[in-house]
């Protein structure tokens, strides 16, 4: 069994730097918190592995393939493997508990450039 303190690692983050952090590599699945800024976007990146992203805090919005969603704290968002996602218009911080589940190619992501 492994106990890992989420608020802990969302603590030593960066305040105002995008960026991921691992916080649990459990053989097929991998656990990450990730945190976007206001006023900055992501990257579209698509994985090879399903993605759920749970919204601990913040708004603004999030493209998944050709849809486009608000989100919010509480929300929980699944994106299917290969598909082009990111978050924009972020206009409270947004950090969000990420869970990678089986790849469909051990190739793992590969990130593209942000749209201007």
């Known amino acids: 069994m492994t106990c890992v303190s989420i608020t802990e690692t969302i603590n030593d983050l960066e305040p105002d730097a995008l ?3 691992d916080v649990l590599d459990a053989g097929p699945i991998t656990v990450e918190v990730g945190k976007y800024p206001a006023d ?3 990257p579209k990146n698509p994985h090879n592995e ?4 749970y919204v601990l805090s913040g708004s ?4 998944i393939g ?3 969603y608000d989100i919010e704290a509480g929300d929980l968002v699944h994106v299917e493997p290969a598909l082009e996602h990111d978050f924009f218009k972020i206009t409270e911080d947004i950090t ?3 869970m990678l ?8 992501y590969s990130i593209r450039e ?3």
């Open 19 to 21: 960026q991921h952090r």
């Open 101 to 108: 589940g089986p790849t469909i190619n051990p190739t793992s």
């Open 96 to 98: 969000v508990l990420i």
């Open 66 to 68: 050709d849809e486009t």
């Open 40 to 42: 900055t976007a992501a």
């Open 60 to 63: 603004g919005k999030m493209r």
């Open 114 to 116: 942000k749209d201007t």
């Open 50 to 53: 399903v993605e759920l992203y």
